[in-house]
């Protein structure tokens, strides 16, 4: 992985701006060394700007904002794809009981029944409005708010969306929301976006957003990071 600071000098000059600079690089490295996919990656979803995998990606927005372990999530959103459920078309065509043996096949099953009558009501919604393409949401003017509008999408919601989708739709980048910049801290990481954003290639951003929502969810991880950053 090639980091931006590769090419960069301190702006000051100074060896402890230089310092502080090399070892934010190093934890970034960890990071990335130990969160090698996206949860959209983990969910098998092959993001690009195009109709179905940000269809995709929105259904995991949608079952990562329960509050539920982010592996029952993704295991749910890859239930719900291999029952051919991948377009708003083919999620709205299905009864509302094929959602719910779906979510139920990925171990979703505390909220299974309020989810699928939000995925049916949301994919419906998005057939109507555009098409069941998200590339014209995009084109709104507050994408963000159109975000808002679909079923299931709050925005915690729109966070996890922006923070894959950044890597497609790059006007949203750097998108570091407030759980990625809580892991940001735990690492001892800048938390601004942009700082953050220079210490990545733009194609890492993704990862590097997910990455630190996980260091965030589980300290163990975080120390693990820590551990692997350090100077031998």
Do not use: C
Not at 43 to 60: C, E, F, K, S, W
Not at 129 to 146: N, Q, S
């Amino acid at each position: 992985m090639t980091t931006k600071t590769d090419s960069k000098t301190s702006k000051s000059g100074k060896s402890g701006s230089k310092t502080a600079e090399a070892t934010d690089t190093a934890v970034v490295l960890a990071l990335l060394d130990r969160q090698p996919h996206t949860y959209a990656a983990k969910a098998g979803i092959r993001l690009r700007n195009t109709p179905a995998p940000l269809y995709q990606m929105l259904v995991l927005a949608i079952l990562l904002s329960a509050r539920i372990k982010a592996d029952i999530g993704v295991r749910a959103a890859r239930a719900l794809f291999d029952a051919g459920l991948r377009d708003p078309r083919s999620m709205a065509d299905a009864t509302w009981q094929e959602r719910v043996d779906a979510l139920g096949e990925g171990g979703y099953r505390r909220y299974d029944e309020r989810t699928s009558t939000m995925l049916g009501k949301g994919a419906e919604l998005l057939l109507e409005r555009y098409g069941g393409d998200l590339r014209r949401l995009r084109g709104e003017p507050d994408p963000k708010a159109a975000l808002l509008d679909v079923p299931g999408i709050g925005p915690t919601g729109v966070d996890i969306f922006l923070r894959d989708v950044q890597g497609v739709w790059p006007e949203f980048a750097p998108y570091i929301d407030g759980k990625a910049m809580d892991g940001a801290r735990r690492l001892g990481l800048p938390t601004s976006p942009e700082e953050l954003g220079g210490l990545v290639a733009d194609r890492e951003m993704p990862r590097l957003a997910d990455g630190l929502v996980h260091v965030a969810l589980d300290k163990p991880f975080a120390a693990e990071v820590r551990a692997a950053a350090e100077p031998e």
